[in-house]
């Protein structure tokens, strides 16, 4: 069985910028949600989608935004980039509450 | 506001040795827990995980220990293996969102 795919692998971007991430989770699975994690530190919780619905929200400034499809899919949006959001881009899908199902993520790199 | 600790940046273990990566927490409405492995240029990958209503589970060569009353946990990898050698993270949650500890890197020596 596949396991959650993300894309693009890797992403340079300017100042100012947007950027689309996106992210197919395991077959079956309902629930994604959206991490970052910049180097040396673990992935922080950005957005939770389960059916589509918006099910919890880290504390990322409104510049940050998701939605998920019908499919499950989901895509997360980054607008006016700063330096700052560069970092890896994790994605993870679950069944349960008790699992979390990372993808290989993607690398953002703004410029 | 760190609620999940993982105090050792780093572990050196020799191989067939026993590897204990250790996870703080400060938040009592924590009900589930997980450890992650993670290999450069990868998404962190799924090891084993725990309940709040559990104080241990085991899982092939990996054992993690729940002790609530100290909010702690601990992963223990027995025998370790070469390829074990990786960062290691622990994560928390309430229910909903996951909050990930900074990670141990682990390195078995041959």
């Known amino acids: 069985d596949a396991g959650v795919t993300q894309s693009p692998t890797h992403l340079i971007k300017t100042r100012g910028q947007q950027v689309t991430l996106r992210c197919s989770p395991i077959?079956?699975?309902?629930?994604v949600s959206w991490y970052q994690q910049v180097l040396g530190q673990g992935p922080q919780f950005i957005f939770q989608?389960?059916?589509?619905?918006?099910?919890g929200r880290g504390n990322f400034p409104d510049r940050f935004s998701a939605r998920q499809f019908p499919n499950y899919s989901s895509e997360l949006n980054v607008n006016a980039l700063l330096l700052g959001d560069s970092a890896l881009y994790l994605c993870?899908?679950?069944?349960?509450?008790?699992?979390?199902?990372f993808g290989p993520g993607t690398r953002l790199t703004v410029l | 506001d760190q609620q999940v600790k993982q105090n050792s940046p780093s572990l050196s273990v020799q191989e067939g040795r026993i590897s204990i990566l250790n996870c703080d927490y400060t938040n009592s409405m924590f009900d589930y827990f997980l450890w992650y492995k993670k290999y450069p240029a990868e998404g962190p990958t799924f090891l084993i995980s725990?309940?709040?209503?559990?104080d241990k589970n085991e899982d092939g060569r990996f054992t993690v220990f729940l002790n609530k009353s100290a909010k702690h946990l601990s992963l223990h990898i027995v025998p370790s293996q070469p390829g074990d050698s990786a960062v290691y993270f622990c994560?928390?949650?309430?229910?909903?969102?996951?909050?990930f500890g900074t990670g141990t890197s682990l390195t078995v020596i041959p």
């Open positions: 077959s079956g699975h309902k629930s």
């Open positions: 994560a928390a949650s309430p229910g909903n969102q996951f909050y």
């Open positions: 989608y389960y059916e589509k619905e918006e099910r």
């Open positions: 993870a899908s679950s069944l349960r509450v008790d699992e979390q199902f």
């Open positions: 725990i309940s709040s209503i559990k």
